[in-house]
């Protein structure tokens, strides 16, 4: 049986992979920061582990809880977008600056040297769940300015890392803009659909997408 880790699973995007992959039987271990994260998680049969991606000292910890583990599959999905999403013309606050960066850039770059040997290790896949708002070849506009330059540093740090671990397949993926908390009620794509694709693009991995950035639908998104 595959092993399926997913980062930041508590709800939205990240709890919609634990589902389809526990109802795929794949066996999952799945990441929270409180119980209540921890309740949504183990009431679809995936092993939970308590991690904070925001906090050096919880992130570090990650690689002794998985002492042992091969994995075939590791999906970062954590991230926050600033609070007031703001263009260029405000600048954003420290608190906001630090929260953003923080979870979104920091934390990815902590989890890749304690989770990329695990997925080498099977000559799997290592995911990362970005934004078309950080592409900049793509770039249609300057709201949530902080969020895209997040996304943008995951970007580099998964393309970067990818030299680093040629055994494993590290790459971007945007989500689209879906129905969660961050995307609002009114985004055209639900969880579930966002999820299907990017699991679609996922099975079908090939050397095109090691250090890539594609949508969920599987078009490769400039950067």
């Known amino acids: 049986m595959s092993t399926v880790l997913v980062m930041g699973a508590s709800r939205g995007i990240g709890l919609e992979f634990v589902r389809q992959y526990r109802d795929a039987g794949t066996r999952v271990i799945a990441t929270a920061r409180d119980a209540i994260g921890r309740g949504h998680i183990e ?10 991606v925001a906090n050096p000292a919880s992130v570090s910890g990650l690689a002794w809880q998985l002492d042992g583990e091969k994995l075939d599959l590791a999906i970062y999905v954590a991230g926050v977008m600033d609070q007031d999403r703001a263009s260029p013309r405000t600048p954003p606050t420290q608190a906001d600056f630090d929260r953003v960066m923080h979870t979104n850039v920091m934390g990815a770059m902590m989890a890749i040297p304690q989770v990329a040997p695990l997925v080498e290790s099977t000559g799997g896949a290592m995911a990362f769940i970005s934004s078309q708002m950080a592409s900049m070849g793509a770039l249609n506009g300057s709201g949530a300015w902080l969020y895209r330059v997040s996304k943008a540093g995951l970007n580099m740090a998964v393309r970067a890392a990818q030299l680093d671990y040629p055994a494993a397949t590290l790459l971007a993926l945007s989500p689209g803009w879906v ?14 659909a966002s999820v299907e694709g990017m699991r679609r ?16 639908d599987g078009e490769p998104l400039p950067w």
């Open 201 to 216: 693009v996922l099975a079908q991995l090939g050397p095109e997408h090691r250090g890539a950035f594609y949508n969920h």
């Open 43 to 52: 009431a679809l049969g995936a092993q939970c582990l308590t991690l904070d």
């Open 179 to 192: 129905q969660t908390d961050m995307g609002g009620r009114g985004a055209p794509l639900t969880a579930e």
